[in-house]
């Protein structure tokens, strides 16, 4: 059975910095494209980041030159080290993966993280 399981969410003032962590576990042969997502209340859930397997990454308009995605392949984690964080950054934030699972044959299936609340108030 795999997991996400994500750390690193809190409470920050404005201009501060946090760095959330999410690590897969459970029958994984591979992982393919790992991404973040927040979700704010009373709406929807929005993509803040990607990184495919080899490193290329893609991130929100409203996040660029402030988040950085980045992974450990090794470890079948997936980073977001967010800086100058504002308080439209308060969200839940779910970490996301695509997963090759080992069994009698291979299969890719997307998994989801439990989420981590991130509040940055002064």
């Known amino acids: 059975q795999v997991q996400l399981v994500e750390s690193g969410g809190g409470l920050v003032q404005p201009g501060g910095s946090l760095r959330l962590s999410c690590t897969a576990s459970g029958g994984i042969f591979g992982i393919d494209a790992m991404a973040w997502y927040r979700q704010a209340p009373g709406k929807q859930r929005d993509l803040v980041a990607t990184i495919s397997s080899g490193g290329e990454t893609n991130y929100a308009d409203s996040v660029k030159d402030r988040f950085t995605i980045s992974r450990d392949n090794a470890k079948n984690t997936v980073y977001l080290q967010m800086n100058s964080l504002k308080p439209e950054d308060t969200a839940v934030y779910y970490c996301?993966?695509?997963?090759?699972?080992?069994?009698?044959?291979?299969?890719?299936?997307?998994?989801w993280g439990q989420g981590t609340q991130v509040t940055v108030s002064s």
């Open positions: 996301n993966a695509e997963v090759i699972r080992t069994g009698p044959y291979l299969t890719r299936d997307d998994y």
